[in-house]
């Protein structure tokens, strides 16, 4: 799904994704955004933040708390606040206009058509179980369910991404870099700030404390490891 309300814009931006193959829709508001983001169901959403009708924080919002659709967010203003704003409700990536929808293309094939955090795919439909426990916290890895002392916590694809490469070997600090090349690709150029904002709303949604975390450890100027769940 195209959100884009220039019609030059969401025309250039249609023209490619559908001739690498993509089915695409495209609406130019963003009230309606989220009401055929209800119909469709879409993979994929790239979303302009400055819509009529709301705004693209609120549409990504509203969208998160039905879809884990991949967003893309495309913004006209370069500040890095509103680039956080747009990350911290739940989107996956931002690209500043102008920007080249080729690139935009290649960055949704090469997040969409990869393994999810090296997890996804048929290999890993037909693997045995695998289910991490730190504590109270259980990560059930080919389902892509997560626990909390047996409840289970709702996370976007990149949320369970960031912690699927965390959990993946336990104590073993992570740096922000090798986060960013598991997760979102290597040769992905954009702000570090992107792991951060991602790892503190997957800690909102496990009920970890920053201050003292039983899951998600910050280790100061390189990264991020597991705790112990205790």
Known sequence: MVVEDEPDLASLVTSY??????DVTTVGDGMRAVDRARDVDPDVMVLDLGLPGLDGVEVCRRVREFSDAYVVILTARSDEVDTLIGLSVGADDYM?????????????????RRPRGGLGGPAARTAPRELRT??????????????????PVHLTRT??????????????VVTRSALIDAVWRTGWKGADHLVDVHVGH?????????????????????????????
Do not use: C, H, W
């Open 17 to 22: 994704l559908e001739r690498d193959g993509f």
């Open 96 to 112: 500043t206009k102008p920007f080249s929808p080729r690139e935009l293309s290649a960055r949704i094939q090469a997040r969409i």
């Open 134 to 151: 730190l504590g109270d916290l259980t990560i059930d890895v080919a389902a892509r369910e997560v626990t909390v002392a047996d409840e």
């Open 159 to 172: 949320e369970f991404d960031v912690l699927a490469v965390l959990s993946a070997d336990p104590g073993v």
């Open 202 to 230: 997957l800690r909102r949604k496990l009920g970890d404390d920053a201050s003292n975390p039983r899951y998600v450890v910050t280790v100061r100027g390189v990264g991020y490891r597991m705790g112990d769940g205790r």
